[in-house]
């Protein structure tokens, strides 16, 4: 359907003249004697509904199933019409809903019998329905700002529904005139008009009703074309359910709805409430929703549905929803339904049973913009390794209070505070020599020493705190705490490094890839098999990571990854991050585009040592360190 | 996108083309390396997907069923004989019934006929075909338009002056008119040879089966992915923005959400998401574009050792249950997710969504959709006990609001029943008393139907007058101030019929001995 063909706009023009103030003569019986009462009460005698009553109590229905299938963009203009016409509510979302509709309906009241038949006339609400089919919607308003220069493309057509009690053929004649003329008039108006727009098609649909029992002075006519602009119809119904029913066929025909029915719902029996017995439910939505069944060529269809309805329904058999919730299921179409008889027992079972889902409200709390999503996965992920082996602080447990708030985009006094804690615990492990969970993956023997241990954490942790600093000023005071207490001043650490050379020079020269240069890393498939083979017993070690998924085929035939998503930080464990890999590849590209100074290049710490031929004739090597520290 | 080729086997294919070179060439040799340019094309750039090859002339036959084996499919192009006459339509009825077995009627396919645009004489030719088709049941139904979401690609092994010359263009025009416009008909560009037919194929290919390449995105995470399927354009609303919709080649990912609260989505499509390697020049290598299988290997291998960011997102979300968010266009989503397809196996797919700023309802807005670290207090609790999903529409459904309908007796007896129930149960029942009796006040004055009041009034007094001795003295000062309240709304002045007037309960006290007295 067409966001504005004629099912956009639908004006009720409901006659409130005295005549319908009339019975409709079908009774209803209210005072149902339940039993075990006393005898020989006689029962308040039935009360009837007036043809007012039915015609309002069947356009509400109509409105009802309307509103439950499209809660926008579908819209009601109420019209009631006297001795003059009473515009009940607009075209605005708001006021589109039962509430309002029949909170002004009670306003208006039952027609008046007394009121002098001559006044009144339905022409006053058809004029009214034709006006306010000139009137723009919010929807039309916005399609038409967004089209700007095409906003021509942009229909006005809409629907009038009016439920009168004619005289005859030649009066039917007359309304339908009477609007014909109507609308040209407006057109023309419209047409000098910002506010209005013209109408493109009207479809009227012109309803009769008389008490059940009368003969009908107006005959039924099929739809006709009077104009381009302007089709008529005509349908002469006896007033109670049959209008009710009437008008639930032309709902579904206007809104091009289908009927479903679920079958074999078991429910507690309310008297006995240890027996179920199973019911139907006759559901109405979208036609759309069958198109998938009927081409399967399987079609369910039942002969008829029960009483009333006219259309074919589709029979479901209820199947008991499994409680797995964590599952997804391929589905090719939602659509919103509305119970036929929506407060029968069986109705209102099913509807309960679905509604019945735990929820919540929602207080605005969640009123953020996506973008402020796509900020905080930037932040998270600016650095972020993604394997296992070549992260030191995400295996560390004694850094997540550090790493999970220094991805936000503001610190607190008291995040500061726990950073620094982090920090000054970190100094205290290394005076204490507590090992690190550092991988020993790819190194022959036993791996770095423990103070080279430290020297990588200190580095990685640096690069983590680095890539935050320019969020605030206090992130910015956790990287000069950071760097005021990580281990040994530089010259120190070199001058013990130097000293330790010697001894492990193979084992260095391995390691010295390790740090963060994982492209070289990568493409060294001994190293490789020597992750796959090790992986195991360090995701044991460092246990701190979950179970690790499988992958997709493609490149990675082992999982080599994190497994923590979502926002990383709410979880305690199992930190998170990478970024080295991206931030290398792009310190690699733009240092392709300068020549690096060989001071920067060499440096430690952002410091390089002068005279450093002096000390290479020793054997020492510099670049590793520099590589790191560097960002 | 699983693909039929349809290809004409009848004699008039083994017509020769007049080539200046030695070799002689006949049309089906033309089809033949058009159709082998096709499944390479396939083989590597569609490794994927299910290809059938149909033959035919008055009869057909299948001569490969569904495969992912391009060898087969051309090795079945080699031994092709030539048989009669072209019968198209019996041929697309044979694929009609092929596509259904194996795909049912909800996945979309590409039928590729290759024909030499002579439709066949008498019976069963395209042209009697079409001269009958007004006049068809249900039970002899002309095979198009498909029974399932399809292109019709018809490949002439002819030039368009040659089609013309007769009404075979017309007719092949009517085929894809017939298929809804879903389809189109290529033509050689100038002389028959294998250059041009080349040319032709590779426009098909460059419409029909180009892959579609990515970069998958969160963050400062990228992978460089195919989605495959092809997502296809979509188009949102004919009238007013009849321009078709293409997805991004950048997918952002912008957030995570739990499956539970997103629970299975009504989706357009859904595609697998396959990370492909970029070597160090940016070129390129592990799907496709390589020829030498060697290099493509290599390439492979190498691509295996690199960490990639679709290993940890499928990882990822399947652990933990949640789908990310995927940006795929201004105002247009989909989801990424790991979707098992055995025990052990599972992929990363991604499935696309309606157009538009609120695709799935229970969600709202996708705008409007953030961290939760933004919210003043956590959405899911402290336990992760609840969710903020399903979001209340703003104005309630029928079902959920306890309308009032009487067009059915039944409905009104029910609700004037239940008045009754609580009546007897007062004063215990004395606020579900007057919530029912208000309820029927409110809908008996929006219906005008102010008699009903009249009569359920009149039915509160009689039911003062049965009330048995034991009866709570209460009870019969609410039966009486309520039918008097209903009394005075059913005069409809305004001073006692406003809607939003309640009536409230007496205010009485039994609890000392002042009651005794009133």
Known sequence: ?631 | MPTVVVMDVSLSMTRPVSIEGSEEYQRKHLAAHGLTMLFEHMATNYKLEFTALVVFSSLWELMVPFTRDYNTLQEALSNMDDYDKTCLESALVGVCNIVQQEWGGAIPCQVVLVTDGCLGIGRGSLRHSLATHSQRSESNRFPLPFPFPSKLYIMCMANLEELQSTDSLDCLERLIDLNNGEGQIFTIDGPLCLKNVQSMFGKLIDLAYTPFHAVLKCGHLTADVQVFPRPEPFVVDEEIDPIPKVINTDLEIVGFIDIADISSPPVLSRHLVLPIALNKEGDEVGTGITDDNEDENSANQIAGKIPNFCVLLHGSLKVEGMVAIVQLGPEWHGMLYSQADSKKKSNLMMSLFEPGPEPLPWLGKMAQLGPISDAKENPYGEDDNKSPFPLQPKNKRSYAQNVTVWIKPSGLQTDVQKILRNARKLPEKTQTFYKELNRLRKAALAFGFLDLLKGVADMLERECTLLPDTAHPDAAFQLTHAAQQLKLASTGTSEYAGYDHNITPLQTDFSGSSAERM
């Not at chain 1, 935050?468 to 000023?473: G, L, Q, V």
Request: proline fraction near 5%; hydrophobic fraction near 30%.
């Open chain 1, 1 to 631: 359907m067409k966001i504005f063909s004629e099912s956009h706009k639908t004006v009720f023009v409901v006659d409130h003249c005295p005549y319908m103030a009339e019975s409709c003569r079908q009774h209803v019986e209210f005072d149902m004697l339940v039993k075990n009462r006393t005898q020989g009460i006689i029962p308040l005698a039935p009360i009837s509904k007036s043809l007012w009553t039915c015609s309002v109590e069947s356009s509400m229905e109509y409105c009802r199933i309307m509103y439950d299938i499209f809660p926008f963009k579908k819209l009601v203009n109420f019209i009631v019409s006297d001795s003059g016409a009473h515009v009940l509510n607009s075209w605005t979302q708001e006021d589109q809903n039962l509430q309002e509709l029949m909170a002004a309906l009670a306003a208006v009241g039952p027609p008046n019998p007394r009121a002098d038949p001559e006044c009144c006339s339905i022409l006053h609400g058809l004029v009214a329905a034709v006006e306010t089919l000139c009137k723009i919607t919010e929807y039309q308003h916005e399609a038409r700002t967004l089209l700007m220069e095409n906003a021509e493309r942009v229909g006005n057509r809409g629907r009038i529904i009016c439920i009168t009690n004619a005289k005859s053929d030649s009066h039917v004649r007359m309304l339908e005139d009477c609007v014909q003329e109507t609308i040209h008039e407006h057109n023309k108006l419209a047409a000098n008009s910002d506010h209005l727009m013209q109408i493109q098609k009207c479809e009227l649909v012109l309803i009769h009703t008389y008490p059940v029992g009368e003969d009908s002075l107006v005959s039924d006519r099929p739809k006709k074309e009077l104009s381009p602009v302007l089709t008529s119809e005509v349908h002469s119904v006896r007033a109670g359910r049959h209008l009710a029913t009437k008008l639930n066929i032309l709902v579904q025909q206007h809104f091009d709805l289908a009927s479903t029915t679920i079958t074999n719902i078991p429910m507690k029996e309310e008297q006995h409430a240890n027996t179920s017995a199973n019911y139907d439910v006759e559901l109405l939505h979208h036609k759309d929703a069958h198109v998938d069944f009927l081409k399967s060529g399987d079609n369910h269809l039942s002969g008829s549905s029960r009483e009333g309805s006219f259309k074919e329904t589709i029979t479901l058999k209820w199947c008991t929803p499994r409680t797995n919730n964590i599952e997804l299921h391929y589905c090719t179409g939602a659509y919103r339904i509305s119970p036929v008889d929506v407060n029968s027992r069986p109705s209102s079972c099913l509807t309960n049973f679905l509604l019945n889902d735990p929820r919540y409200k929602i207080d605005g709390s969640l009123e953020i913009p996506l973008e402020r999503a796509k900020d905080q996965l930037e932040k998270h992920t600016r650095y972020w390794p993604m394997i296992i082996s070549q992260t030191t602080i995400f295996n560390m447990q004694a850094v997540v209070p550090l790493a999970s708030v220094i991805v936000k985009e503001s610190l607190t006094e008291e995040d500061v505070l726990n950073c620094q804690k982090t920090i000054y615990n970190l100094v205290d492990m290394e005076r204490k020599n507590d090992p690190l969970p550092i991988s020993t993956v790819g190194t022959r023997g036993k791996g770095p020493k423990r103070d080279e241990q430290y020297r990588i954490m200190w580095n990685e942790l640096e690069t983590l705190v680095r890539a935050h600093i320019n969020n605030s000023e206090k992130h910015q005071r956790v990287l000069e705490c950071l760097m005021a207490c990580r281990s040994k001043p530089p010259e120190e650490e070199e001058r013990k490094k130097r000293g330790r050379k010697r001894e492990d020079k193979e084992d260095k020269s391995e390691k010295a890839v390790k740090d963060y240069e994982q492209e070289k890393s990568w493409q060294d498939s001994e190293r490789l098999k020597g992750i796959l083979e090790r992986g195991k017993e360090e995701l044991a070690e460092a246990e701190i990571i979950k179970d690790s998924p499988d992958s997709p085929e493609p490149p990675n035939k082992k999982p080599l990854v994190e497994t923590d998503e979502t926002p990383p930080v709410e979880k305690s464990k199992g930190p998170v991050s990478l970024l080295s890999l991206w931030s290398n590849r792009i310190n690699t590209a733009n240092s392709r585009k300068h020549q690096e100074f060989a001071g920067r290049l060499n440096s430690v710490n952002n410091r390089a040592e002068l005279y450093q031929h002096l000390k290479e004739e020793n054997g020492m090597e510099t670049t590793e360190n520099g590589k790191a520290s560097r960002q």
